[in-house]
């Protein structure tokens, strides 16, 4: 069982930055990879980000590639998505979760993850 809880969103200017937080609870934290996605009003849930147990994979998708960057710290049980040059499109309520052992399908597909945390809102002004 791994709890999570996602930090560090906010309402932030065209072109800056934010940096998002994960926490995780739960000595298996380790093991699971761990994504990130993104549901704007209206819109469907959509992958952003993907880092793997032990951080020597990533994966992006192409909106956000170059400007977001996950990282994970195992000892700390945390994941951390940053977020550079942010755009109005940008503006969503952000999910952690982490991936099933089991998984089939690609890390870009939410139903391949267990556990998901309850979302903090990032919120681009142009």
């Known amino acids: 069982q791994v709890q999570l809880v996602e930090s560090g969103g906010g309402l932030v200017q065209a072109g800056g930055s934010l940096r998002l937080s994960c926490e995780a609870s739960?000595?298996?934290?380790?093991?699971?990879?761990m994504g990130w996605f993104r549901q704007a009003p209206g819109k469907e849930r959509a992958f952003v980000a993907y880092i793997t147990w032990n951080g020597d994979r990533t994966n992006y998708a192409n909106s956000v590639k170059g400007r977001f960057t996950i990282s994970r710290d195992n000892v700390k049980n945390t994941v951390t998505l940053q977020m550079n040059s942010l755009k109005p499109e940008d503006t969503a309520v952000y999910y952690c979760a982490a991936r099933r052992s089991t998984a089939r399908l690609g890390d870009y597909v939410p139903s391949e993850y267990s556990y998901w945390g309850q979302g903090t809102q990032v919120t681009v002004s142009s």
């Open positions: 739960g000595r298996t934290f380790s093991s699971y990879g």
